[in-house]
């Protein structure tokens, strides 16, 4: 997370609306996310209360944490895994802006059964879902 924060603080205006950083927390106490992301200062970060490691799994297919999604200028997930798998998720933004193809592309999820969802999604829809959910969801 302290890296996310990093990039939006020296990306964030570069980047403006063209790329969204959501931390989705398992925790299970709400009050306590809250104050840790406070204390830590992720606060270019929207975070949203999931409740519960099941949930995660069962809603979005993620058994496993830190996990990340990349998704195109299209809509479509093109890299579903473990952060650190990924060189540099800067270059790996600007790359998905321009409309290029990751070329490096390999998931650490190979074990994990995929979740029972359609890959490619609306971004524009899904964003608005989330904006409809921020005062059910958003910690901050």
């Given at each position: 997370m302290a890296h996310n924060q990093?990039?939006?603080?020296?990306?964030?205006?570069?980047?403006?609306?063209?790329?969204?950083?959501?931390?989705?927390?398992i925790d299970g106490d709400k009050a306590k996310l809250k104050s840790h992301v406070e204390t830590k200062g992720w606060t270019k970060v929207d975070h949203y209360f999931i409740g519960g490691a099941d949930k995660c799994k069962k809603d979005y297919?993620?058994?496993?944490v830190p996990h990340v999604l990349l998704v195109d200028t299209n809509g479509?997930?093109?890299?579903?895994?473990?952060?650190?798998?990924r060189k540099n998720l800067e270059?790996?933004?600007d790359?998905?802006?321009k409309g290029e193809?990751?070329?490096?592309?390999?998931?650490?999820?190979?074990?994990?059964?995929?979740?029972?969802?359609?890959?490619?999604i609306d971004l524009a829809t899904a964003i608005s879902?989330?904006?409809?959910?921020?005062?059910?969801?958003?910690?901050l």
């Open positions: 990093h990039m939006l603080e020296h990306r964030g205006a570069e980047w403006a609306e063209r790329v969204k950083i959501i931390g989705l927390s297919g993620i058994s496993g479509k997930i093109v890299f579903k895994g473990h952060p650190a798998s270059d790996d933004f790359k998905l802006l193809t990751l070329q490096d592309i390999t998931s650490n999820d190979e074990e994990e059964e995929e979740p029972e969802t359609n890959m490619d879902e989330i904006d409809k959910n921020k005062e059910i969801l958003l910690i």
